[in-house]
């Protein structure tokens, strides 16, 4: 991964990056995608696909359906309600 994509990249994630910290991650970036590289050429052909490797049965709780908390008692637990919803700071303007 060459320094041009650092940038690109770190452009759309709105991050200031000073020049040694571009080369910096340009080198990482580059072993970390040769790695993931190295992975990808292991043949899985054979390997079944697993969601846990523990081979235990997952403990789940029962799923049991219960009262849920009132929409008058969330709005009174908030620091400002309006037309019957919370009030947030605007952030997008």
């Given amino acids: 991964m060459d320094v041009s994509q650092i940038r690109h990249v770190a452009a759309l994630a ?8 571009e080369q910096r991650l340009a080198a990482e970036m580059t072993r970390i995608l040769d790695y993931v590289a190295e992975l990808d ?3 899985t052909s054979s390997v079944l696909p697993m969601t846990q490797v523990t081979g235990a049965a997952p403990r789940l709780r029962e799923d049991v359906v219960e009262e849920g908390l009132a929409h008058e008692d969330a709005l009174a637990a908030a620091p400002e309600a309006e037309h019957g919803g919370f009030v947030v700071p605007t952030f997008v303007e």
């Fill in 14 to 21: 709105e991050l200031s990056l000073t020049p040694e910290e």
């Fill in 41 to 43: 050429a292991v043949d």
